[in-house]
Nanobody, 114 residues
C-alpha cells in the first residue's frame, strides 16, 4: 500500500506564491510518473503538471510559465512551485503517482483571493 501526503496549500492573495509538496510512503516498488491535478467546485478534475522519473515534464496551458513541477526520486517526493497565482487557480490540488498501480492523495486546498 502506498500513501501520498500533500502539504503546502493555503490562502494567498493574487500574485503571490505557494509551494506544494507530496511525499509517497509505504510499500513502493517503483513510481514512474508523478503529477498534480486540481479540481475546483463544479468543474472537472484537470491535470496541472506532470513529471516522469527521467525528468520530462508537461503542463496545462493555463499554468505554463507560472508553475514549475520537480521531484526528488530518492525520497519519492514531488513539488509544485506556483508563482503569480490567480483567483482561477483556486481548487483542491491532488497528488497523483503511477508505477504499475495508480495512487492519489487526499488533496490540499489552495485559495487565491482577488
Amino acid at each position: 500500500q502506498v500513501q501520498l501526503v500533500e502539504s503546502g496549500g493555503g490562502l494567498v492573495p493574487a500574485g503571490e506564491s505557494l509551494r506544494l509538496s507530496c511525499a509517497a510512503s509505504g510499500k513502493i516498488f517503483r513510481i514512474d510518473y508523478m503529477a498534480w491535478y486540481r479540481q475546483a467546485p463544479g468543474k472537472q478534475r484537470e491535470l496541472v503538471a506532470g513529471i516522469a522519473s527521467g525528468g520530462s515534464t508537461n503542463y496545462a496551458d493555463s499554468v505554463k510559465g507560472r508553475f514549475t513541477i520537480s521531484r526528488d526520486n530518492a525520497n519519492n517526493t514531488v513539488y509544485l512551485q506556483m508563482n503569480s497565482l490567480k483567483p482561477d487557480d483556486t481548487a483542491v490540488y491532488l497528488c497523483y503517482a503511477s508505477g504499475g498501480l495508480v495512487y492519489w492523495g487526499q488533496g490540499t486546498q489552495v485559495t487565491v483571493s482577488s
